[in-house]
């Protein structure tokens, strides 16, 4: 059998057992340590803007602690993307408030700004006003934060940005990760760089970043003995994962640049085929391109679709995965308010995510090409040259 290419493998720098090495050395294996710190503030110095960071053990237990910091409670109304993973909304459901679903718009394929308001003025006109709003950086790409947060502003409702797949990803030279009021990472292994497992909170606001690290540590109070006021949760980074990530730090910008690369092999190489289309970045946009993604129409593309190419991949070994399913279309969420029309719908049932590690090298890509263009050629469908 054909060696497998992986969708987004974990891709090592080099420098990450010295760093681990280091932690077991100096007995720091724990929930917390000065490797800890140094993720922390690596962290911050690369997003540029005065960010104060949280390491937590996912970017889901971001997402909840973010929720639980903006005061979100049992029976509150949160407005998410449609088009996003599970755990974007997960986190919503834990706190026993409702997700309220938002479509996609087909410049980035993030939350429509235009449904957004039509939303918030519904679950207001409905006497619910929402308690925060939680846009997501798909695949990387920048969501419309300027126009959602004007919106936001208009009706002063907190944003907790989703940027869990857009570490490097900007707009007009601004880190996606520092336009909420919080921001949250996830560094699991299939991320642009990875902690094994992980995730960071991020705020401009230091008593937010202080406060997740408070509940994420169980909320034990100052005293002698252990006391606890509030609810906590073990949601710490440890030292031993931050060890991983302080090396991967060191090599993000040269991943941002491979991953970027990969996207335009790609680009380059398929962008005439008929029936086939990119996701491509608008003015002042910066995708990391944590995933290269493409629509496979099947009207202009001869009857292939994205199943006929996932197939043909899964045959020789090559692994690819359809966009995120909408929350809307999923069993768990169907039955919560959505605001749109198919748009997301429709990018689901077309796109598929194309095998984007860093290391691929390029007799993967010759593999990949190869049964692209077998699967079009076996349609007798012509490519321009």
């Known amino acids: 059998m054909k060696s497998k290419i992986w969708l987004s493998p974990p891709h090592m720098g080099g420098k990450e057992?010295?760093?681990i090495k280091d932690a077991i050395d100096s007995n720091w294996v724990a929930p917390t340590g000065p490797n800890v710190d140094s993720f922390e503030n690596e962290l911050?110095?690369?997003l540029e803007e005065s960010s104060f960071v949280a390491a937590l053990s996912s970017g889901t237990a971001a997402l909840h602690l973010g929720l639980i910091l903006l005061g979100v409670k049992a029976g509150d109304e949160?407005?998410?993307?449609?088009?996003?993973?599970?755990?974007?909304?997960?986190?919503?459901?834990?706190?026993?408030?409702i997700p309220i679903l938002i479509d996609s718009e087909l410049d980035t394929w993030n939350m429509s700004p235009d449904f957004l308001e039509k939303a918030i003025l519904d679950r207001i006109n409905q006497g619910k006003k929402p308690k925060a709003i939680i846009p997501v950086h798909i695949y990387g790409m920048p969501a419309k934060m300027d126009e959602i947060i004007a919106i936001a502003s208009k009706?002063?409702?907190?944003?907790l940005e989703d940027a869990a797949e857009a570490l490097g990803s900007s707009i007009n030279g601004k880190m996606c990760g520092t336009f909420g009021e919080i921001s949250i990472f996830s560094f699991n292994g299939n991320k642009i760089i990875t902690t094994s497992g992980g995730g960071a909170l991020v705020s401009k606001y230091n008593?937010?970043?202080?406060?997740?690290?408070?509940l994420a540590t169980q909320a034990r109070d100052n005293a002698p003995h252990y006391q606890h006021s509030q609810i906590g949760y073990n949601y710490r980074m440890s030292n031993i994962c931050a060890s991983i990530g302080c090396a991967q730090?060191?090599?993000?910008?040269?991943r941002i640049l491979q991953r970027r690369n990969i996207f335009n092999q790609y680009y380059e190489k398929l962008n005439d085929y008929p029936g086939l289309s990119f996701l491509v970045e608008l003015p002042g946009y910066l995708s990391n391109r944590w995933l290269t993604t493409i629509l496979v129409n099947p009207e202009k593309a001869e009857g292939i679709s994205r199943e006929t190419l996932r197939l043909a991949f899964e045959k020789e070994n090559i692994e690819s995965r359809p966009l995120w399913k909408p929350m809307h279309l999923q069993p768990i969420f169907r039955e919560y308010p959505f605001y749109g029309t198919n748009v997301s719908e429709k990018l689901f049932e077309q796109g598929l995510c194309l095998p984007s590690g860093s290391n691929l090298n390029e007799s993967d890509m010759d593999r990949i090409f190869d049964v692209i263009d077998s699967v079009w050629a076996k349609n007798k469908i012509l490519v321009k040259e």
């Open 155 to 159: 009706y002063n409702i907190p944003i």
């Open 44 to 46: 911050s110095q690369f």
């Open 207 to 214: 008593e937010y970043a202080y406060k997740a690290r408070f």
């Open 17 to 19: 057992f010295d760093y």
């Open 78 to 97: 949160v407005i998410c993307q449609s088009m996003t993973f599970a755990a974007s909304v997960n986190p919503i459901a834990y706190l026993g408030a």
């Open 249 to 254: 730090m060191k090599v993000l910008p040269e």
